[in-house]
T-cell receptor, first 113, second 114 residues
Framework: DQQVKQNSPSLSVQEGRISILNCDYTNSMFDYFLWYKKYPAEGPTFLISISSIKDKNEDGRFTVFLNKSAKHLSLHIVPSQPGDSAVYFCAATYGGATNKLIFGTGTLLAVQP | DAGVIQSPRHEVTEMGQEVTLRCKPISGHNSLFWYRQTMMRGLELLIYFNNNVPIDDSGMPEDRFSAKMPNASFSTLKIQPSEPRDSAVYFC????????????FGSGTRLTVV
């Protein structure tokens, strides 16, 4: 049972335009969400996160939006750069005495020069 | 800081053989995680440890998989016997403690079982 879903396996955008990556979750207990970025032959690296008490978090070119009623979050990258080309994983967790992250299947972003 | 170190980077083995993957977490990190990456399931949590104690192994697919953390600086994931469907990239990650979501991942071990 995939609790965190990324329904778009891939996305292609032009340099300078906006990239929007989407993520859906099924477990209403999730209260903290993260995005990780992965380059080929490397491990994923943390990008940005958001708590369920917020609906938006911004860090430079990256903004994450959370819609709790729809159980949906999205990552916006503006403007997109060729160096942003990577696989992006959405992850979720629930509080309490655990830091276990549940990851999605990933979306491959290709930013065309 | 050398980061999370995994070995080997690549492993090719024959079906039925035993495979051992190794991980050295960041010094001072008390949580360690083993994930498996496949196209179909993405990053799948296999098992995680806090202070060297296994906390949740519900993601371990079968009894053929086992993991140990004999001390704070070393962990192994063993598959015995290996099968072609075990072919995947296996990642180890560590974090400061049970309240930290900022994982540091290793570069992974690409396992191919033929």
């Amino acid at each position: 049972d995939q609790q965190v879903k990324q329904n778009s396996p891939s996305l292609s955008v032009q340099e300078g335009r906006i990239s929007i990556l989407n993520c859906d979750y099924t477990n209403s207990m999730f209260d903290y969400f993260l995005w990780y970025k992965k380059y080929p032959a490397e491990g994923p690296t943390f990008l940005i996160s958001i708590s369920s008490i917020k609906d938006k978090n911004e860090d430079g070119r990256f903004t994450v939006f959370l819609n709790k009623s729809a159980k949906h979050l999205s990552l916006h990258i503006v403007p997109s750069q060729p160096g942003d080309s990577a696989v992006y994983f959405c992850a979720a967790t629930y509080g309490g005495a655990t830091n276990k992250l549940i990851f999605g299947t990933g979306t491959l972003l290709a930013v065309q020069p | 800081d050398a980061g999370v170190i995994q070995s080997p980077r690549h492993e090719v083995t024959e079906m039925g053989q035993e495979v051992t993957l190794r991980c050295k977490p960041i010094s001072g990190h008390n949580s360690l995680f083993w994930y498996r990456q496949t196209m179909m399931r993405g990053l799948e949590l296999l098992i995680y440890f806090n202070n060297n104690v296994p906390i949740d192994d519900s993601g371990m697919p079968e009894d053929r998989f086992s993991a140990k953390m004999p001390n704070a600086s070393f962990s192994t994931l063993k598959i015995q016997p290996s099968e072609p469907r075990d072919s995947a990239v296996y990642f180890c990650a560590s974090s400061l403690d049970w309240s930290s979501y900022g994982y540091t991942f290793g570069s992974g071990t690409r396992l191919t079982v033929v």
